[in-house]
């Protein structure tokens, strides 16, 4: 017979492992329609400018949170170390809290993400998902570690998903009925890459007083306050984000590396069209193509600098690409399990539609693009090993150092 | 014509800013002939263009910065092992001089991008600056080779933030031939070198440390104890993976035994998993 836990206790995981999930009737564990009136999840917003409070209500979409914490570094002026704060560490010490939103700039998404899961907490987590590679790999065995629940703060791949000619091209793709697969995504514009260059003559300032400037900087290296470099503007610099190709291209890409069956692996061949970047500040790029292993090609096109993208056509992937035995052994196979939003995840202690392997991968994309805008040469990865092969220096990039104490 | 006028001649092309402070680059091939010409002036032309990067960083060197930073991406290409070398060590060389702390800074983030072995004397030695121990820590862990015996070397010397850089770089390093200064470390009055040190021993996968990270991870209540908990975990899989069982199960069932709070169940249930899976 089932043992009665509180949904709040499951949650917290000790059923979880104890491999209640399978005996235990939906009722009890707070389902989606059976949710008990007394069982309120504890929140947290880590990180409340900007995209902030968003990122927080979709965290508490279709379930009940209560607001216990709101942490910030420009919290200074107001931090009680009771419901504001400073230094996310005191809010995941806190035993009531369940859910955390991270809403902070990307440099800060991975280690907190990461520190969260160590907790025992459930992470919804605004985009881009980090600031390099290595950071995504971190999370992703995080949470299988701690068997917690994480959802990147972007949500198309819903959307795509129920789609029916999205449908259609997934299955087709994951089929690995078409070899070489002859599709070919473009992506013009809308990646905001003037909007979002770094300021490369700001000089440096006094900090506000109520900003803990060395807490900001994190796991970054250490530079004197310089306004741009906080406040959103901090997409501009290498520091923290990456760009606008950083700040929308997991936004943008997401529900297409869903379609395209991409969620767990990545291009094996990149090249960029891009001036030399800038040591700190990011700067202009035209165009980057990505090559799968299976002959997929992802092109991202800025139409803001240089030469516009020639060397392929879009190239859709349909029914057309398969003869009748192919579209007979498609029919046969099955669809994909329906992607579990972020409070069914947590109900049902399952991966959510966002899941970090997931999104991970499509973070992968943009963080490699950024790579070979930035060295300036075409770049070949091994998705499985998450190496840049034959080029040690354009590795360093894979995973860069942080500052004391913070590591992956 | 001296040295200083003819890299003005050279950095002409790099266009203005733009009104908004943005630099809109120009193309590789014309920013090649920038590098180019950079080159042929040797050593001495590189050094003098790593003399005009000024502190602060306001952009009034932005030519200069562009440039050495450019360079640095050009000669990670095949075949410019030899002007590659040149570069290093002109910047290298800065490093020891009389230039300001935030130009070396700069300098030593250029090595962490293309620096090798040869560079790895010179920024070890600033491993005890105040300033730009981490610059000089980060350009080390970057570059690898040569960057433990460095570490080791600092670490007896170091304290203080630079103490607790040098111990969390040798635990990414994974420099089996520190356990016992980072075991030293782990019992040190300072909670984040406590909880750094324990990890580094962890990451290390040092069989003869589980005392010290279960130690550690028995801190009282808090972030240290969040931390220091996930280093046994980690402790405990390294040990598992190298086929040490019994030192494996050792770490697990201290945590089952000591993780008793309702919200730390989720560390018991993960340590008895771990164990079920050790065979016991």
């Known amino acids: 017979m089932a043992r009665k836990i509180s949904r709040r206790a499951f949650v917290k995981g000790a059923a979880a492992s104890a491999g209640l999930f399978t005996i235990v009737p939906p009722h009890v564990l707070g389902g989606p329609r059976h949710v008990p009136p007394s069982e309120t999840l504890g929140g947290a917003l880590i990180g409340c400018g900007g995209r902030g409070p968003n990122t927080y209500k979709e965290m508490c979409k279709d379930h009940k949170v209560e607001l216990l914490a709101e942490c910030d570094v420009k919290f200074g002026d107001k931090a009680d170390n009771k419901r504001f704060y400073t230094d996310f560490r005191r809010v995941l010490e806190r035993k009531d809290i369940d859910l955390i939103a991270i809403g902070t700039p990307p440099h800060w998404h991975a280690l907190i993400s990461i520190a969260a899961a160590e907790a025992g907490k459930d992470v919804l987590c605004e985009k881009p998902m980090t600031r390099f590679i290595a950071e995504g790999r971190a999370v992703v065995e995080a949470f299988r570690r701690y068997k917690r629940i994480f959802q990147i703060g972007t949500f198309g791949r819903f959307g795509s998903s129920k789609d029916k000619k999205s449908l259609e091209t997934h299955k087709i793709m994951r089929s690995g009925l078409l070899a070489p697969n002859p599709g070919v995504f473009i992506k013009k514009g809308g990646l905001k890459v003037k909007e979002w260059s770094g300021r490369v003559n700001a000089a440096p300032q006094t900090p506000p007083a109520a900003l803990d400037w060395n807490m900001y900087i994190g796991p970054s290296p250490m530079k004197p306050y310089v306004r741009p470099r906080h406040g959103g503007t901090h997409r501009g610099y290498w520091d923290y984000e990456g760009g606008g190709l950083a700040d929308m291209a997991q936004h943008t890409l997401d529900p297409y590396q869903w379609t395209y069956g991409k969620d767990d692996t990545s291009p094996v061949e990149i090249e960029a069209m891009a001036a030399p970047a800038h040591p700190e500040c990011v700067g202009m790029w035209g165009w980057v193509e990505m090559k799968y292993a299976d002959g997929f090609t992802l092109v991202l096109e800025s139409g803001e600098w240089g030469p516009m993208y020639d060397r392929k056509a879009s190239k859709g992937v349909s029914l057309a690409d398969l003869d009748e035995g192919q579209r007979k052994k498609l029919d046969a196979m099955p669809d994909p399990e329906p992607l579990l939003t972020f409070a069914e995840a947590v109900k049902l202690r399952r991966p959510a539609g966002g899941n970090p392997e997931a999104a991970h991968r499509c973070a992968t994309l943009l963080h490699l693009a950024n790579i070979a805008i930035r060295t300036g040469r075409k770049i070949r990865y091994d998705p499985v090993k998450e190496e840049i092969l034959g080029d040690e220096l354009a590795n360093r990039l894979v995973n860069p150092p942080m500052r004391a104490p913070w590591h992956l | ?280």
């Open chain 2, 1 to 280: 014509m001296r040295q200083d006028e003819k890299l003005a001649e050279i950095l002409a092309p790099i266009p203005p800013l733009d009104k908004d402070g943005t630099l809109t680059g120009p193309a590789w091939e014309d920013a090649i002939k920038v590098f180019d010409a950079v080159l042929e002036g040797g050593k001495d032309r590189v050094a003098a263009l790593a003399g005009m990067v000024q502190e602060p960083d306001d952009g009034r060197d932005y030519k200069a910065r562009y440039a050495l930073h450019g360079l640095a991406q050009y000669l990670g290409r095949p075949g410019k092992e030899a002007p590659r070398a040149v570069y290093c060590e002109a910047l290298a060389g800065q490093l020891g001089g009389e230039i300001a702390k935030g130009a070396k800074g700069f300098l030593a983030r250029q090595l962490q991008v293309i620096g090798g072995r040869e560079c790895a004397a010179a920024l070890g030695k600033l491993l005890g600056d105040a300033e730009l121990h981490e610059y000089a820590a980060q350009a080390l862990l970057a570059i690898r080779a040569g960057a433990a015996e460095e570490f080791r070397r600092a670490l007896p010397g170091l304290k203080g933030a630079a103490r607790l850089t040098a111990v969390q770089a040798l635990g990414v390093l994974r420099d089996a031939e520190s356990v016992e200064a980072l075991r030293q470390a782990a019992g040190e009055e300072d909670a984040d070198l406590r909880v750094v040190a324990a990890w580094a021993l962890a990451n290390i996968g040092d069989a003869a440390s589980v005392d010290a990270v279960l130690r550690a991870g028995d801190a009282e209540p808090g972030w240290a104890r969040i931390k220091a908990t996930s280093a046994c975990l980690l402790l405990g899989e390294r040990l598992a993976a190298a086929g040490k069982k019994p030192e494996a199960a050792r770490v697990y069932r201290h945590l089952k035994e000591t993780r008793k709070d309702d919200s730390e169940g989720y560390v018991r249930a993960l340590a008895e998993e771990a164990l079920a899976a050790l065979g016991g």
